[in-house]
């Protein structure tokens, strides 16, 4: 068991444990309850203790943070479906389990449609007040945010006060809705902008206070609902400010909204939120590009910029003690669906800034150096490493190299790359490394077979330097690297992970077999005929003869599957794609190397039928 799954080990017994605390804690509270109940004499036999017994006054009532948050919901706890939320409080919600179906209807799901039901009655009220003129725009603007306000005052009122957590939040999500779209109406409808003269600023100052303050009430009140809808809001808020006079508000703003998701999710263990912020940081910056069509250099740095406020946010949040498959479901999204945006806008943007520059490839490039450097950082303290980040590092730095050269550059340039990676996987004990490296080898060989086939030039005596960059040297290349990685990670095994040790033979089996493939490939495009058989025949009767001279069961199973590969082609494809001749030679050619492999077979298995010996 390695280091990383013992901590993961531990954290998972420390969230069951917690859970069975708050459970006893429930259990223990109830009884308490229950006593008190029967000591009190005021209590009525049916009803239980008075619902408004005389207060202490030296008591202390305590403040809204008394309460605890409620917690993020753990795997173990979405499997078990228990809830997640603790025990204490006085209100509705207090005890109800999540597989209720009456709390999870008549709460949840009434709250919703009737928060659903408040939005549209303001809507519809303010189309009445417009068609009879009962007020005017500013009037219409201030009932809108009054009884926004109000209503996500009793909501947050409700949970915090009262511990009806649900029903709560549901209705302070409602009035942060109705509260935010009352502003935005005096400058989005165009006829409330002409009578109110609202300036842009002002409403985008009001929206930006909304925001902020709701956030900041949702982080103390431990909301995450809430808190998520107020970012989105804040989205929103960005996507408006495209139509400011000044194209850098909508970008600062949006890279500023992203800075404040991570710094609340390194407080509050809330890491949907940054992953789920990721999207639309993006998808703003994208409709901010489509809208506005800024200068590309500035889209360049916006990009860039998103990217380094989520790297150093993955750096910091994979520094916490949380575990558990759906924290690191949530870390994963985040570095990917970080490098899969930046990447995009970045290397189209120096694109199109620079295009007698030569900067192809270079956006994906720093992309893939980011990520690299966010690999090594974490994982030379004490925390969980941003393994995502390690095996991302190695894709996307191959993009850089298949952006900037021709596809025999790039087939070149994978080989090295791919090498370089189980190399510095191997020095640097980082794993994660190697296995991006193993996603750029099903790259490398797809690439060879549907792209340089086509495209290369073929062996030519006449043309050595054609031949020399044609398919002959870039599929041979391609091969031996496969071949020889197949060796090495057949040798190495005390060094692979867990996970590539329990499907070592999938691991070093796989990559011997692509390189087979890219051998017949190549056997298949150089020769014609029936050339391509017995070359394939000879070449299976070759690994078969490795296979028993090293004594490796393997290879001569490679040896036995390009055998019956040649044999399948020579009675499927020859018999009736040759000419008379052509097919004779192809199956007397085949014939033999086939008698001659099943002779070798008999003679290392000898009289006695012994099974044949050597390793994997």
Same mark, same amino acid.
């Given at each position: 068991?390695?280091?990383?799954?013992?901590?993961?080990?531990?954290?998972r017994?420390?969230?069951?444990v917690?859970?069975?605390?708050r459970?006893?804690d429930?259990v223990?509270?109830?009884?308490?309850?229950?006593?008190?109940?029967?000591?009190?004499?005021?209590a009525?036999?049916?009803?239980?203790?008075?619902?408004?017994p005389?207060?202490?006054p030296t008591?202390?009532?305590?403040?809204?943070?008394?309460?605890?948050?409620?917690?993020?919901?753990t $795997?173990?706890?979405?499997?078990?479906?228990?809830?997640?939320?603790?025990?204490?409080?006085?209100?509705?919600?207090a005890?109800?389990d999540r597989?209720?179906?009456?709390?999870?209807?008549g709460?949840?799901?009434?709250?919703?449609?009737?928060a659903?039901?408040?939005?549209?009655?303001?809507v519809l009220?303010?189309r009445l007040?417009?068609?009879r003129?009962?007020?005017?725009p500013?009037?219409r603007?201030?009932v809108?945010?009054?009884?926004?306000?109000?209503?996500?005052?009793?909501?947050?009122?409700a949970?915090v006060?009262?511990?009806?957590?649900r029903w709560?939040?549901?209705?302070?999500g409602?009035g942060?809705?109705?509260?935010?779209?009352?502003?935005y109406?005096?400058?989005?409808l165009?006829s409330y902008r002409?009578?109110i003269?609202?300036?842009l600023?002002?409403v985008?100052a009001a929206l930006?206070?909304v925001v902020?303050?709701?956030?900041?009430?949702?982080?103390r009140?431990? $909301?995450?609902?809430?808190?998520?809808?107020?970012f989105?809001?804040?989205?929103?808020?960005?996507?408006?400010? !495209?139509?400011a !006079?000044t194209?850098?508000?909508?970008?600062?703003?949006?890279?500023?909204?992203?800075?404040?998701?991570?710094?609340?999710?390194?407080?509050r263990p809330?890491?949907g939120l $940054?992953?789920?912020?990721v999207?639309? !940081?993006f998808?703003?910056?994208?409709g901010w590009?489509?809208?506005?069509?800024?200068?590309?250099a500035?889209v360049?740095?916006?990009?860039?910029?998103?990217?380094v406020v989520?790297l150093?946010?993955?750096?910091?949040?994979?520094?916490?003690?949380?575990?558990?498959?759906?924290?690191r479901l949530?870390?994963v999204?985040?570095?990917?669906?970080n490098?899969v945006g930046?990447?995009v806008?970045?290397?189209?943007?120096?694109?199109?800034?620079?295009?007698?520059?030569g900067?192809?490839?270079?956006?994906?490039?720093?992309?893939?150096?980011?990520?690299?450097?966010?690999?090594?950082?974490t994982?030379?303290r004490?925390a969980r490493?941003?393994?995502?980040?390690g095996a991302?590092?190695?894709?996307?730095?191959?993009?850089?190299?298949?952006?900037?050269?021709?596809?025999?550059?790039t087939?070149l340039?994978?080989?090295g790359l791919l090498?370089?990676?189980v190399a510095v996987?191997r020095?640097a004990?980082a794993?994660a490394?190697?296995?991006?490296?193993h996603?750029?080898t099903?790259?490398?060989?797809? *690439?060879?077979?549907?792209?340089?086939?086509?495209?290369?030039?073929g062996?030519?005596?006449?043309a050595?330097?054609? !031949?020399?960059?044609?398919?002959p040297?870039?599929?041979?290349?391609a091969?031996?690297?496969?071949?020889?990685?197949?060796w090495y990670?057949?040798a190495?095994?005390?060094?692979?992970?867990d996970?590539?040790r329990?499907?070592?033979?999938s691991?070093d089996?796989g990559?011997?077999?692509?390189?087979?493939?890219?051998v017949?490939?190549?056997?298949?495009?150089?020769?014609s005929g029936?050339?391509v058989?017995?070359a394939?025949a000879?070449?299976?009767l070759?690994?078969?003869?490795v296979?028993?001279?090293?004594?490796?069961?393997?290879?001569?199973?490679?040896?036995?599957?390009v055998?019956g590969?040649t044999?399948? *082609?020579?009675f499927?494809?020859?018999?009736?794609g040759?000419?008379?001749?052509?097919?004779t030679?192809?199956?007397?050619?085949v014939?033999v190397?086939?008698?001659a492999?099943?002779y070798?077979? $008999?003679?290392?298995?000898?009289?006695?039928?012994?099974?044949l010996?050597?390793r994997?």
């Amino acid at each position: 068991m390695t280091d990383d799954d013992l901590r993961e080990e531990v954290g998972r017994l420390r969230e069951e444990v917690d859970a069975l605390q708050r459970r006893l804690d429930a259990v223990e509270s109830a009884v308490d309850a229950d006593d008190g109940a029967a000591r009190d004499p005021t209590a009525d036999p049916l009803t239980g203790p008075s619902p408004n017994p005389d207060p202490d006054p030296t008591a202390d009532t305590g403040s809204p943070t008394d309460l605890p948050p409620d917690p993020e919901p753990t $795997a173990d706890a979405g499997r078990s479906g228990e809830a997640a939320e603790p025990a204490t409080g006085t209100g509705a919600d207090a005890g109800h389990d999540r597989g209720d179906w009456e709390s999870v209807v008549g709460v949840r799901w009434l709250g919703l449609a009737g928060a659903l039901a408040v939005v549209v009655g303001v809507v519809l009220f303010v189309r009445l007040a417009i068609d009879r003129g009962l007020l005017g725009p500013p009037g219409r603007v201030a009932v809108g945010v009054a009884g926004g306000l109000l209503l996500f005052g009793t909501g947050r009122y409700a949970a915090v006060r009262q511990g009806v957590r649900r029903w709560g939040r549901v209705a302070a999500g409602a009035g942060l809705a109705v509260t935010y779209f009352s502003l935005y109406a005096a400058y989005g409808l165009e006829s409330y902008r002409a009578a109110i003269g609202t300036p842009l600023w002002a409403v985008l100052a009001a929206l930006t206070a909304v925001v902020a303050v709701t956030v900041a009430l949702s982080v103390r009140d431990g $909301a995450p609902l809430v808190a998520g809808e107020a970012f989105l809001l804040g989205y929103v808020t960005a996507a408006v400010a !495209t139509d400011a !006079t000044t194209v850098v508000v909508t970008p600062v703003y949006v890279v500023l909204l992203s800075a404040a998701v991570v710094a609340v999710a390194t407080v509050r263990p809330w890491r949907g939120l $940054a992953a789920a912020s990721v999207v639309a !940081t993006f998808a703003v910056l994208g409709g901010w590009i489509l809208r506005v069509d800024p200068p590309r250099a500035g889209v360049a740095v916006a990009a860039l910029a998103a990217f380094v406020v989520y790297l150093g946010g993955s750096y910091v949040l994979h520094g916490g003690d949380r575990s558990g498959r759906a924290h690191r479901l949530r870390l994963v999204i985040l570095t990917l669906s970080n490098a899969v945006g930046a990447g995009v806008l970045v290397e189209g943007a120096l694109q199109e800034a620079f295009p007698a520059a030569g900067v192809e490839g270079l956006g994906l490039a720093a992309v893939a150096a980011g990520l690299a450097g966010v690999h090594a950082a974490t994982d030379r303290r004490r925390a969980r490493s941003d393994h995502a980040a390690g095996a991302a590092a190695v894709p996307f730095a191959a993009a850089a190299v298949g952006v900037a050269a021709g596809p025999f550059g790039t087939t070149l340039g994978w080989i090295g790359l791919l090498l370089s990676a189980v190399a510095v996987a191997r020095r640097a004990d980082a794993p994660a490394v190697r296995i991006g490296g193993h996603g750029l080898t099903a790259a490398l060989t797809a *690439k060879v077979l549907f792209v340089d086939t086509e495209t290369l030039a073929g062996f030519d005596p006449g043309a050595p330097v054609a !031949t020399l960059t044609g398919r002959p040297v870039a599929i041979g290349l391609a091969a031996a690297a496969l071949y020889g990685l197949a060796w090495y990670l057949d040798a190495v095994e005390p060094s692979l992970t867990d996970y590539e040790r329990s499907r070592r033979l999938s691991v070093d089996a796989g990559y011997a077999v692509a390189a087979t493939a890219l051998v017949l490939a190549l056997l298949g495009v150089e020769l014609s005929g029936f050339g391509v058989s017995v070359a394939w025949a000879l070449f299976g009767l070759a690994l078969l003869g490795v296979g028993f001279a090293v004594d490796r069961r393997g290879v001569r199973a490679l040896g036995v599957g390009v055998l019956g590969v040649t044999t399948a *082609k020579v009675f499927l494809y020859d018999t009736s794609g040759l000419d008379t001749v052509a097919r004779t030679l192809s199956f007397l050619a085949v014939g033999v190397v086939l008698l001659a492999a099943s002779y070798v077979y $008999a003679r290392a298995r000898g009289d006695g039928g012994v099974d044949l010996p050597g390793r994997g």
